[in-house]
Each structure stands twice: as C-alpha cells, then as structure tokens.
C-alpha cells in the first residue's frame, strides 16, 4: 500500500487551473483492502473540511481562523473502487479541521490488489506547539527586557 499526496493544498484553488489536494493510494498489499486511516498529525498535516448546511446545501461560513474555507474529500470517479464512506477523525480544531480520514469499501466493492484510487482534500500544516511556545517566551523575554532597560 503506497500513498501520495501531490501537496500542500494551500486554499483550494491557487493557483487557478490547478488541481492541489491530490491523493492517490496505490495497493500493492496482496490482498484487498476494506478499511484505511490516513493519521495525517503525525506529518504535523491536517485535514481542512468544509461545512455545508445540510438543510439548504450551502456553503456556512464557519471555519477555524487561518484556515479559510477547505475543501471535503471529493473521490475521483475515473480512478478505481470508491470508498462506500469516508470520514473525519480526530478533531484538530472546531468546527472544521481534523487530524485524520478514515475511509471503508463494501465487501463487494473491495480495495483490490493492484486497484488506485484518487481523491481530493483539502489540508493545512500544523505548527508544533513546542516552536509556537518557545517563540512567545524569546518574544515575552525580549518585551521585558525591552521595558527594563527603556525604563531607566
């Protein structure tokens, strides 16, 4: 079982006429396969879904700050056996990124041996919180430091 992500989507649709958030897995097991998580924190990547009223199918315009707009995995219906659900995990952050995709084939429309299956979706990079931490305690220390000697 192989997995490629063509790249970082960063915002669906930029550049124009490109397609970002590509997936393709490939298998290459030797057996059919009829469940997958893809556990995309451990490559400090999340999934940024987005969210539509069931109600009037529109677009909501809720969405974690930083983020923008993402994008809900999308199959390809050209590339192989598409999944019978697909679904996010591990909430990142409400109401819209996650830390995982779990994705399930019915028994008869199995993940076969030798099949590729292509999807979109949309994701962000994370930034560790360590990073994040240190940076604001260098900065903290600075600003005091700063008031310290502009105070004399």
Same mark, same amino acid.
């Given at each position: 079982?192989?997995?490629?992500?063509?790249?970082?989507?960063?915002?669906?649709?930029?550049?124009?006429?490109?397609?970002? @958030?590509?997936?393709?897995?490939?298998?290459?097991?030797?057996?059919?396969?009829?469940?997958?998580?893809?556990?995309?924190?451990?490559?400090?990547?999340?999934?940024? @879904?987005?969210?539509?009223?069931?109600?009037?199918?529109?677009?909501?315009?809720?969405?974690?700050?930083?983020?923008?707009?993402?994008?809900?995995?999308?199959?390809?219906?050209?590339?192989?056996?598409?999944?019978?659900?697909?679904?996010? @995990?591990?909430?990142?952050?409400?109401?819209?990124?996650?830390?995982?995709?779990?994705?399930?084939?019915?028994?008869?429309?199995?993940?076969?041996?030798?099949?590729?299956?292509?999807?979109?979706?949309?994701?962000?990079?994370?930034?560790?919180?360590?990073?994040?931490?240190?940076?604001?305690?260098?900065?903290?220390?600075?600003?005091?430091?700063?008031?310290?000697?502009?105070?004399?």
């Amino acid at each position: 079982m192989s997995i490629r992500h063509a790249q970082d989507s960063q915002g669906n649709f930029q550049p124009p006429d490109t397609v970002l @958030g590509e997936w393709t897995l490939s298998n290459g097991s030797g057996q059919a396969i009829t469940g997958l998580e893809i556990n995309a924190l451990v490559g400090n990547v999340i999934f940024d @879904g987005n969210l539509t009223d069931p109600a009037i199918d529109v677009l909501t315009v809720e969405y974690t700050p930083e983020s923008g707009f993402g994008r809900n995995f999308t199959p390809d219906p050209t590339s192989g056996p598409a999944p019978a659900s697909a679904a996010y @995990g591990d909430l990142f952050s409400a109401p819209d990124l996650w830390g995982s995709l779990t994705l399930s084939w019915a028994p008869e429309a199995r993940f076969t041996d030798g099949s590729r299956f292509q999807f979109l979706a949309d994701t962000d990079r994370t930034i560790p919180v360590p990073g994040t931490l240190l940076l604001l305690l260098i900065g903290s220390f600075g600003l005091m430091l700063h008031q310290r000697v502009g105070g004399r």
